[in-house]
């Protein structure tokens, strides 16, 4: 898709919420509308603490990326990626190790892919990183149309990210079935590293608060969102050897003093780990 294209997908998108712009909203950035942010304000009525789960998660993912690139990794799968702004993906692995990481960024959401094009095509270097229009359940689809780009070598370890991307998925989709099947792409050595968001079962006024939010998501976006127990998000990890520290509050994982649960880890209500294929 040309630029033109792609900023006419945007365009018409103005008065439509989404899911990929809220999250650049909650993180600070400006590729937003007036309908993100409403919703978005919206939603933080209901739970305040939304703003700094959006900036924990983007705070794991920085820490994921930089612990991959320390293992000697270099090719980067982000799927659910939204847009591609506000220190993702490329931007932490070029700056740890800079002119060597390759990134293909997924999202099923036309306008994010969209706009991921644009701020790409203007901000990275097009030979190393990619964004594609595919969908998670696609399995052999999407990933066929990873390898397609040129950037991955199946042979090598790739570092796959699924962060804050599963609990838009309710049980019935059977997220791990699909998941365990990107798992046997990946070569010995590659990492998966996922966040989820997890409420405690004593947790009350935040689970009736989850399931406003839920709601709102699914008549406003489509993409209904809910917590899942630690057992459930520890499955995903199935056929993986847990790197330490394992699967702990989101601002836990190797943290780095940036985060801003730092104090209060529990407050992210989310959980994170990554993964070793071995």
């Given at each position: 898709?040309?630029?033109?294209?792609?900023?006419?997908?945007?365009?018409?998108?103005?008065?439509?919420?989404?899911?990929?712009?809220?999250?650049?909203?909650?993180?600070?950035?400006?590729?937003?509308?007036?309908?993100?942010?409403?919703?978005?304000?919206?939603?933080?009525?209901?739970?305040?603490?939304?703003?700094?789960?959006?900036?924990?998660?983007?705070?794991?993912?920085?820490?994921?990326?930089?612990?991959?690139?320390d293992q000697?990794?270099?090719q980067f799968?982000?799927?659910?990626?939204?847009?591609?702004?506000?220190?993702?993906?490329?931007?932490?692995?070029?700056?740890?190790?800079?002119?060597?990481?390759?990134?293909?960024?997924?999202?099923?959401?036309?306008?994010?892919?969209?706009?991921?094009?644009?701020?790409?095509?203007?901000?990275?270097?097009?030979?190393?990183?990619?964004?594609?229009?595919?969908?998670?359940?696609?399995?052999?689809?999407?990933?066929?149309?990873?390898?397609?780009?040129?950037?991955?070598?199946?042979?090598?370890?790739?570092?796959?990210?699924?962060?804050?991307?599963?609990?838009?998925?309710?049980?019935?989709?059977?997220?791990?079935?699909?998941?365990?099947?990107?798992?046997?792409?990946?070569?010995?050595?590659?990492?998966?590293?996922?966040?989820?968001?997890?409420?405690?079962?004593?947790?009350?006024?935040?689970?009736?608060?989850?399931?406003?939010?839920?709601?709102?998501?699914?008549?406003?976006?489509?993409?209904?969102?809910?917590?899942?127990?630690?057992?459930?998000?520890?499955?995903?990890f199935s056929?993986?050897?847990?790197?330490?520290?394992?699967?702990?509050?989101?601002?836990?994982?190797?943290?780095?003093?940036?985060?801003?649960?730092?104090?209060?880890?529990?407050?992210?209500?989310?959980?994170?780990?990554?993964?070793?294929?071995?």
């Amino acid at each position: 898709m040309s630029e033109s294209s792609a900023a006419d997908r945007v365009a018409a998108s103005v008065n439509k919420v989404s899911v990929g712009r809220v999250y650049d909203y909650l993180l600070g950035g400006v590729h937003n509308y007036a309908v993100d942010q409403a919703f978005a304000e919206e939603q933080l009525k209901i739970i305040p603490d939304a703003r700094n789960f959006a900036l924990s998660n983007r705070a794991f993912l920085g820490r994921a990326v930089r612990y991959a690139i320390d293992q000697g990794i270099r090719q980067f799968v982000d799927i659910g990626s939204g847009l591609p702004t506000q220190g993702n993906v490329h931007e932490v692995a070029d700056e740890a190790a800079p002119g060597q990481s390759r990134v293909v960024y997924i999202d099923n959401e036309p306008i994010a892919h969209a706009h991921a094009e644009i701020l790409l095509d203007r901000t990275a270097d097009p030979s190393r990183h990619r964004a594609i229009d595919a969908d998670f359940f696609d399995r052999d689809v999407m990933w066929q149309r990873v390898l397609d780009t040129g950037l991955i070598d199946p042979d090598k370890p790739v570092a796959l990210l699924v962060v804050a991307l599963l609990h838009f998925m309710p049980p019935e989709t059977d997220p791990g079935a699909v998941l365990d099947y990107y798992k046997r792409q990946l070569a010995p050595g590659s990492l998966l590293a996922l966040s989820h968001i997890h409420v405690e079962p004593d947790d009350l006024e935040m689970l009736e608060a989850s399931k406003k939010v839920s709601t709102a998501y699914k008549e406003r976006t489509n993409s209904p969102a809910g917590p899942r127990s630690r057992p459930d998000i520890e499955a995903f990890f199935s056929g993986l050897e847990l790197v330490e520290p394992g699967l702990v509050w989101v601002p836990q994982w190797r943290p780095d003093g940036k985060d801003p649960f730092d104090q209060e880890p529990k407050r992210a209500r989310g959980l994170a780990g990554v993964g070793r294929k071995v």
